[in-house]
């Protein structure tokens, strides 16, 4: 064997493994990622592939052309939701299985890939989390007046959340200031007199930081076997509710 199919073996796993942190950074469940990178191993002739995920790292072993064991390890820390990444990752998986290429033009792609689909900047984040919300009052009983109350409580609890989450990276904590301005929002225009029912209100304005993707991905997990990032994803969004409760809880215990 030659040092260049070699080198070849060792790229072909630095794609599996940066493929693997953008499903997993981007929101995929921990079996879909894996799935994801053995196809992709597969397609590049590694006959020997162990991935295992977990929602904070990543490890992949398989073996070179001399045979000797190739591993690497990721973890990822930033997490956010971009299902449209994770959908064309996971499309080019079974891509690769039907017709292989070879690991520059993955490269290629992935470099283009990511140039197509970036996140959205801060303040359409925001603006989209407020239209979202400002539509929500009708699912919880609310009424036409309740729209800008929501509208308004939704965004500044978007903006509060991307704000503290980006300055102190605890995202407990930021989530508490978020339900909390969300509270406090919600009350303050009730007694003005805009809306009419308070607790659409509320509970319209913190629909964006509900876990839902981390609750439905905890359930997939655990029914796929992967108990540990089952059970992990699950806590964490237990967690989320735990600090939406405690935001909400000392506004209303004041009021």
Same mark, same amino acid.
């Given at each position: ?5 070699? +080198? ?100 290629? +792609?992935? +470099? ?50 991307? +704000? ?92």
């Amino acid at each position: 064997m030659t040092e260049a199919t070699t +080198y070849q073996a060792e790229e072909a796993l630095n794609i599996c493994m940066d493929i693997g942190r953008l499903m997993l950074s981007n929101g995929a469940e921990t079996y879909r990622v894996e799935d994801t990178m053995h196809r992709i191993a597969t397609s590049f002739k590694l006959e020997y592939v162990n991935v295992f995920v977990v929602p904070t790292a990543i490890i992949m072993t398989t073996k070179n052309e001399v045979g000797a064991d190739v591993t690497q390890l990721v973890r990822v820390t930033d997490r956010a939701t971009n299902l449209e990444m994770v959908a064309e990752l996971n499309q080019l998986s079974r891509d690769l299985s039907a017709q292989p290429k070879s690991p520059n033009e993955v490269r290629a +792609y992935l +470099y283009l890939l990511q140039m197509r689909i970036r996140e959205f900047p801060p303040y359409l984040t925001v603006l989209l989390a407020a239209i979202t919300t400002g539509f929500f009052p009708f699912l919880f009983g609310g009424s036409w007046p309740d729209i800008i109350p929501a509208f308004l409580a939704g965004g500044l609890g978007e903006f509060l959340f991307e +704000y503290v989450n980006g300055s102190t990276n605890i995202t407990f904590f930021a989530e508490v200031v978020a339900a909390f301005a969300i509270g406090l929002t919600a009350f303050t225009l009730y007694t003005l007199g805009l809306g009419e029912n308070m607790n659409a209100i509320i509970i319209s304005g913190v629909m964006t930081l509900v876990p839902g993707i981390a609750i439905t991905n905890g359930i997939r997990d655990l029914m796929a076997g992967h108990l540990l990032a089952g059970v992990s994803t699950l806590a964490k969004a237990l967690l989320t509710a735990g600090a939406i409760g405690v935001g909400i809880a000392v506004v209303l215990t004041f009021i």
